[in-house]
């Protein structure tokens, strides 16, 4: 049974509509009732006190593997969605690369199902480009999108051919739909390191920008040709970030976001072969960091997502090259956007920004009907939002995080910002 919430004494913050002040909160069932004016004849049921704390839209991660079905191992649905709420995060694309893969409505709707079942975050599933990911057959995209996925990709999985590519971005054009796309060159992309002088001194095989940027090159030319709207997962390079600002400037459909690994780290940071750095696109130059952080800044790149990928213990402690790429980063979204907000000078608005109403933004063009007000604190709008106390400290240890998933570069560093109080559809599946 739904109840009316009260969330007062907070700072709220709408990156969407710029409104940034302190107010009240109030929620009715599923939907926000009212925002700074509360009726007089509103009766809350609860009262939240978020003194000290920010009210903001529920955070929007675009790259979050839940590992269900299939890596059950490595982490489960309840564990990855409970991790999520409790970093403020209320919606989440999850990639294809499940096992079985998502190519089968059938699959598709358990998956929403079970979701829907544990009532925590909203699930919007990525259907694979081709069958079994394995690169030459392409799915039903349309029996898929009414099952409920918002777009098409190949997750790390390249394609066998461009001609391939060039046959799913005709077809996904043709429908309207939005085709996923991890810029990396089949052939040059099979290294673990970004190239450079420390993956020579390591050892490291390593993967050039070149992999990224030819990519590139091919995915705009197709995109001219064929008129489909891509969204380019998870830029790494300097040299990726301008030609996807000329690509924008030109009038391309193109929307890309950036992991919070990439946006914070370089390849510096894999020290002495730190496997919790082995990451896929691998930890570029401390330039390419600074590109990527800029480009954030200035809307070229339009979201910032968690990459989140739990991987087992065994996994991790093989040696570097042989050790599985990934990290866990749903719980480290919030204050890794903080940060990097605060020590960029972009501010704490874009910070929230590009983690909410941005990608929600990006999800908006998928042919499903969303809900109303994804990502945004709107009257009438779906009651979906954290409440955050901007100041609070804590550090990023094994047993500080809710996933299964223990593994993250940014193990020990300190973090400043965390969530207290998360809203789904009206319900308080975190704190309170």
Not at 226 to 234: F, N
Not at 310 to 323: Q, R
Not at 367 to 374: S, T
Request: aromatic share 4%; proline share 6%; with cysteine.
């Amino acid at each position: 049974m739904k109840e009316n919430i009260l969330i007062q004494n907070g700072r709220v913050i709408d990156p969407a509509s710029g409104f940034d002040e302190k107010a009240s909160v109030a929620l009715a069932g599923r939907s926000i009732a009212a925002i700074k004016n509360i009726a007089n004849d509103f009766v809350p049921d609860r009262v939240i006190d978020a003194e000290g704390c920010i009210v903001a839209p529920g955070l929007v991660d675009l790259a979050a593997r839940l590992r269900e079905p299939g890596h059950e191992h490595e982490g489960m649905l309840e564990s990855e969605m409970a991790a999520a709420v409790a970093g403020g995060v209320t919606s989440l694309v999850c990639p294809p690369d499940t096992d079985p893969v998502l190519d089968e409505p059938g699959l598709v709707e358990m998956l929403k199902f079970r979701a829907k079942k544990l009532r925590l975050a909203r699930l919007f599933p990525l259907g694979a480009l081709t069958l079994g990911l394995a690169g030459d057959v392409l799915t039903e995209m349309a029996e898929l999108t009414e099952a409920g996925c918002v777009g098409f990709g190949q997750a790390e999985v390249p394609l066998k051919s461009s001609l391939v590519l060039q046959r799913a971005m005709q077809y996904a054009s043709t429908f309207g739909y939005t085709v996923w796309l991890r810029p990396q060159d089949r052939d040059l992309g099979t290294g673990v390191a970004a190239s450079g002088p420390l993956a020579t001194r390591l050892g490291l095989s390593g993967v050039p920008v070149a992999a990224e940027t030819i990519a590139l090159f091919t995915i705009f030319e197709f995109m001219k040709s064929t008129g489909a709207r891509v969204h380019l997962c998870r830029l790494s390079s300097a040299a990726g970030v301008q030609l996807v600002r000329e690509a924008k400037a030109a009038g391309l459909p193109v929307t890309c976001d950036v992991s919070i690994n990439s946006l914070h780290l370089a390849d510096v940071d894999i020290g002495y072969f730190d496997s919790r750095a082995r990451l896929n696109p691998p930890l570029r130059q401390q330039r390419d960091r600074d590109a990527l952080s800029a480009a954030l800044a200035d809307g070229t790149i339009d979201a910032l997502v968690s990459d989140h990928t739990p991987i087992e213990a065994d996994a991790k402690t093989l040696p570097f090259a042989e050790s599985e790429p990934g990290a866990t980063g749903l719980e480290l979204l919030l204050p890794l956007a903080l940060q990097w907000g605060a020590q960029s000078g972009a501010g704490l608005a874009r910070a929230l920004e590009v983690v909410t109403s941005a990608p929600a933004a990006l999800l908006a063009h998928a042919p499903a009907a969303l809900p109303h007000g994804l990502g945004r604190l709107v009257a009438g709008g779906m009651a979906d939002l954290c409440v955050f106390e901007p100041g609070a400290e804590w550090q990023a240890t094994p047993g500080a995080l809710r996933s299964q998933g223990k593994h993250t570069p940014f193990a020990g560093y300190a973090m400043r910002g965390r969530t207290r109080v998360t809203v789904v559809d009206g319900q308080v599946v975190h704190g309170g």
